[in-house]
Every structure is written in structure tokens, then in C-alpha cells.
Nanobody, 122 residues
């Protein structure tokens, strides 16, 4: 069974940067697409960014130009570089492995990490 572990979260001021990492067990990243989701306090989990096995990337409009998703298949790791952070980016961030379907949909993923907290102060 695939295990995913996020790291790199923390607290920053608005305008700052963080890089999140998601380490996956085995060689799953060479086979499946990966996604990043976030869940702000009191709100639903939402799609942030995704990357396919072939390197195609997907972003929600609110992070385009600020966030960059990438992957290192040899290290079985996916990254989310977050620049120009805003208070509304505050959330628990999760990585997930896609099984099928749209990269933007929660139901397309079958394995999830435990999440890492990102807090952006104004």
C-alpha cells in the first residue's frame, strides 16, 4: 500500500515562500499522477496543483504564477513551491496519488498524506 508523507509547512508572513515536499513509498510517482490539495479552516478540501506521470501540470487559478508543482521520480517525491503567499493560502496541505479521472476532483485520488500546516500572516 502506498504511503505519502508531506513536509515543509510552517508559518510565514504575507509575501513569503515555502516549499512543500511529498515523499511516496515505492516507485508510485513513476506510474501515477499526483495532486496537491488544501483545506482552509472550516472549509472544504480543494484542489491546488497536480502533475502527471509525463510531467503535465495543472493549477487552480488562484495560485497560477505563484505556485509551481514538480516531481523527482528517482526520489519518489513531489514538490510544491509556494511564492508570494497570502493569508488566504492558510490551510492544511495534502498530497495525493491519482488513480483515475480529472486531476481537479477529490474522487480521482486513492492515497492521501496526513497533511502539513501552512499559516500565512498579514
Amino acid at each position: 500500500q502506498v504511503q505519502l508523507v508531506e513536509s515543509g509547512g510552517g508559518s510565514v508572513q504575507a509575501g513569503g515562500s515555502l516549499r512543500l515536499s511529498c515523499a511516496a513509498s515505492g516507485r508510485s510517482l513513476s506510474i501515477f499522477g499526483m495532486g496537491w490539495f488544501r483545506q482552509p479552516p472550516g472549509k472544504e478540501r480543494e484542489f491546488v496543483a497536480g502533475i502527471s506521470w509525463g510531467g503535465a501540470t495543472y493549477y487552480v487559478d488562484s495560485v497560477k504564477g505563484r505556485f509551481t508543482v514538480s516531481r523527482d521520480n528517482a526520489r519518489a517525491t513531489v514538490y510544491l513551491q509556494m511564492n508570494s503567499l497570502r493569508p488566504e493560502d492558510t490551510a492544511i496541505y495534502y498530497c495525493a496519488q491519482r488513480k483515475d479521472g480529472s486531476y481537479y476532483a477529490l474522487g480521482s485520488y486513492n492515497y492521501w498524506g496526513q497533511g502539513t500546516q501552512v499559516t500565512v500572516s498579514s
